[in-house]
Structures are given as C-alpha cells and as structure tokens.
C-alpha cells in the first residue's frame, strides 16, 4: 500500500465504517456527575456522534477516548471533559468527567484504572450487561440516536 493509500484510508469517517448499531452506557459514577453538571443526555450523545465521525480530542489508549463536550450556554471555553471506553464499535461507555476549570486531565494511575475497566466493560455478554444495567451499574442512554448505519 502506498503513503497516498494510506491517507485516503485515514481520511474515510470512522461513523461511515462501522456498521454495528450503537449502544451507549454510563457507569452509576458518571450519571452521578452529569447530575451536578449542565449537561445533558444529548449532549453525550452528540459527543458519541462526533468521535464515530472521527473528531477525537485525545485518545489516551486501552480503549479510552477523552472528548471536550461545550455546557450550555458556556462554549468549549467552560467546557467538560469526559472519558469513554469505546472499541469504535457497537459499545461505548461514559466512564469518567471532570470540569475544565476542576483540573486538566486525569493521572497515569487513574487512567490505567479507566483503562481496565473499559477493558472489562467492553468484554460483558449481553447476559451480564443486563445484570449491571438491572442493579443500576450502568444506564443505557442515546436510545433515539442509533447509528445511520444500520
């Protein structure tokens, strides 16, 4: 394969490659956050929209992706940044948020603590993400924003 090759395959929408509908979670922890948050639901969904399109702020590695999402009102500028465990596939989890104004990023032990448990997250069966979506571990949002692909 050529550089050019290379490139043109780079260039191509991770959204338009991927064909998996799209689920998406929050850990009890996160929902916790986005209460105290002006965020919304949409906002994270839109967020999920934005990283499959390809526009990534970070990625940070074993399955963790960092996205600056604008609170109402406020712009990027007083924006929240939030972690998501994500294969780019049909999964994604929100697992981690902080204000910009709370501190700039998380630390290397924090992040390998996020790193395996999107690991984990992204290995559950359907049976035992049923269980973890029961007991309230997790909520599945974005339920009117599947995948154009489907």
């Not at 043109?8 to 929408?13: E, G, M, P, Q, S």
């Not at 406020?74 to 596939?89: D, E, H, M, Q, Y």
Request: with cysteine.
């Amino acid at each position: 394969m050529t550089s050019l090759e290379d490139g043109l395959l780079l260039a191509i929408a991770l959204g338009d490659t991927l064909h998996a509908p799209r689920r998406v979670f929050m850990t009890k922890t996160f929902g916790r956050w986005l209460r105290k948050t002006t965020l919304a639901e949409q906002d994270l969904c839109e967020a999920v929209a934005q990283i499959a399109a390809g526009l990534v702020d970070a990625k940070l590695g074993g399955c963790v992706f960092k996205k600056r999402i604008a609170a109402s009102g406020r712009g990027k500028r007083g924006s929240a940044r939030v972690l998501i465990g994500t294969n780019l596939g049909g999964r994604w989890f929100f697992l981690y948020g902080f204000e910009k104004n709370e501190r700039s990023n998380v630390d290397a032990r924090e992040l390998g603590a996020l790193q395996k448990l999107a690991g984990v997250l992204l290995k559950l069966d359907a049976s035992r993400l049923s269980i973890e979506l029961e007991c309230g571990n997790l909520q599945e949002i974005c339920h009117e924003t599947q995948s154009h692909t489907q």
